[in-house]
């Protein structure tokens, strides 16, 4: 018999901490599910440093240092954490090289590409010089539509050659992967948009706000929201069960909800960027950003959840002696593997018995024809007698039955 707790849908208690309900906000264990249970708070105190650090360097004018530690803090702390749970499984060199490397070597020559072609480098917000002056069509068309794309079928290339080895095929590591190459892609993009900065040296007479608005938000929201938007994508590639589902349907919609989420980000950085008031601009794109990283770890978490729960209950068919395919069955109503003889789905609770009837062919009666020959006629076995059964006559049949 299954039991359940009162909490039916089992949004109380997130799976990759139970201390966690799954409509919660928390960054670390989100983007970082399998070191949420060890020591999240090592990775979120390091975040945190990197965050005052880059802050403090702003405040006093050197723009460099805050520059260069707001773009590298987040890739640093998660290559940390791959190597602490060895999620690279003693293969350092290919998932350093496929995850971060690639994207972010991919992400500094698309960038350059479409960036300095239209004049960029010299601008403080880096997105205003598009429109010269104004927001136009061709400007909104580029900066919100063809870069979000590209950019993000760029990021989809490492994490989904990874995921398709037999090594990574989990649901987990296609999250983890997917946040290492938005990440790498976002310090690409920061590094070729705030290079005038970074190579500017210090400045004495800056505007505190500003510049602090426009560290956190290149350095911590940007990324954020382009590794969760990949994650969720590269999570649908690599799927439920055993091995990758590849480039299925949910796939392809996870790839569009990360482009969605992207759009909806850049094409507030271009509209924000024409402001009047500098600061006020990156102030409201830092807010439209929170928006969308909410929603974003909102889908990711739910993702993670279901996951973790079809993982545990794959295990339980395996310790009542189900091996993956032999008369292992599923929910109708969640697709969830069922355990062993179970009358209700332990994860959403539907009955057992509400699945259609399988269907059984109809065996000849027993009697004489069912027998292992039929009299008088030697070497005929059993499955010569449903042939001559059918073909007799209906009339025949009929007498019997009268």
């Known amino acids: ?226 590794g969760t938007a990949s994650g969720i994508a590269c999570a649908e590639f690599s799927g439920l069960g055993k091995g990758y589902d590849g480039f299925t349907p949910r796939y392809f919609r996870g790839v569009a909800e990360a482009i969605a989420a992207n759009i909806l980000y850049q094409g507030g950085v271009y509209l924000f960027g024409f402001v009047d008031n500098p600061t006020m601009g990156v102030v409201l794109t830092i807010l439209w950003g929170l928006l969308i990283l909410a929603v974003l770890l909102l889908r990711i978490r739910a993702i993670l959840h279901v996951a973790l729960i079809e993982a545990a209950l794959e295990d339980a068919q395996r310790d009542t002696g189900i091996v993956d395919g032999e008369d292992q069955t599923f929910c109708a109503q969640c697709e969830m593997p069922l355990l062993n003889r179970a009358a209700f789905c332990s994860a959403c609770g539907a009955a057992v018995r509400t699945r259609h009837k399988e269907h059984h062919p109809k065996l000849p009666p027993p009697g004489p024809a069912s027998s292992a020959s039929f009299p008088g006629t030697a070497g005929s076995d059993f499955e010569s007698a449903p042939t001559r059964t059918a073909e007799r006559p209906a009339s025949e049949d009929q007498g019997d039955r009268a």
Not at 23 to 44: C, D, H, L, N, W
């Open 1 to 226: 018999m299954d039991e359940r707790s009162p909490d039916k849908d089992r949004r109380r208690a997130f799976a990759v901490k139970p201390d966690e309900p799954v409509a919660s906000f928390a960054v670390v264990s989100s983007i970082m599910p399998r070191g949420a249970g060890e020591k999240p708070q090592t990775y979120r105190i390091a975040i945190m440093i990197a965050l005052v650090v880059a802050l403090l360097a702003a405040c006093f004018g050197a723009l460099p240092i805050a520059v260069l530690v707001a773009a590298f803090a987040i890739p640093i702390v998660y290559i940390v954490y791959l190597y602490d749970v060895n999620l690279w499984d003693d293969h350092p060199i290919q998932v350093t090289a496929m995850a971060f490397v690639l994207t972010m070597v991919l992400g500094i020559g698309f960038t350059l590409l479409w960036f300095n072609l239209l004049g960029g480098g010299e601008s403080l917000h880096s997105m205003d010089i598009l429109g010269q002056g104004g927001p136009t069509i061709g400007g909104f068309l580029l900066a919100a539509i063809a870069v979000p794309v590209i950019g993000e079928v760029l990021r989809q290339l490492g994490p989904v050659y990874l995921a398709s080895r037999p090594r990574y095929d989990d649901l987990l590591d296609g999250v983890s992967f997917g946040v290492i190459s938005g990440v790498a892609y976002s310090t690409a993009d920061t590094l070729v948009r705030q290079w005038p900065l970074i190579v500017g040296g210090l400045t004495r007479e800056i505007d505190p706000g500003l510049w602090m608005s426009l560290i956190f938000l290149e350095g911590f929201v940007k990324p954020l929201i382009i």
